[in-house]
């Protein structure tokens, strides 16, 4: 069993960039999928990413990729998610969510796939 805990989050400008990271407390994530949801007050959870740690395959939230990366250290001990030019839009809490075993592709985005959540990190993009 894995408790992910996220840090990173903070307050950065339109345009700027940060890193979240989401570690494996009690253990690595080995062999686990994880994925990064986010969640503005008063919408629906979004699918952001995830990456299935035993292929490093990765599937990214629509319209995301080219801004947001996901990855992994080599010890699989933390997943990271990078944002690159963030937008006002891209406020939210950001929740990283863990599954022991591998997530098909298609199901990648979809919450009940994962069993083990995080308590979120807040992301707030204003000039």
């Known amino acids: 069993q894995v408790q992910p805990v996220e840090s990173g989050g903070g307050f950065v400008q339109p345009g700027g960039s940060l890193r979240l990271s989401c570690a494996a407390s009690?253990?690595?994530?080995?062999?686990?999928?994880v994925a990064w949801f986010r969640q503005a007050p008063g919408t629906e959870r979004d699918f952001v990413a995830a990456?299935?740690?035993?292929?490093?395959?990765?599937r990214y939230g629509d319209s995301l990729k080219g801004r947001f990366t996901i990855s992994t250290d080599s010890a699989k001990n933390a997943v990271y998610l990078q944002m690159n030019s963030l937008r006002p839009e891209d406020t939210a809490s950001y929740y990283c969510a863990a599954h022991a075993g591998g997530v098909i592709y298609g199901m990648m985005g979809v919450p009940r796939q994962y069993e083990y959540w995080g308590q979120g990190t807040q992301v707030t993009v204003s000039s």
């Open positions: 990456i299935r740690l035993a292929d490093r395959n990765t």
């Open positions: 009690g253990r690595t994530f080995d062999r686990y999928s």
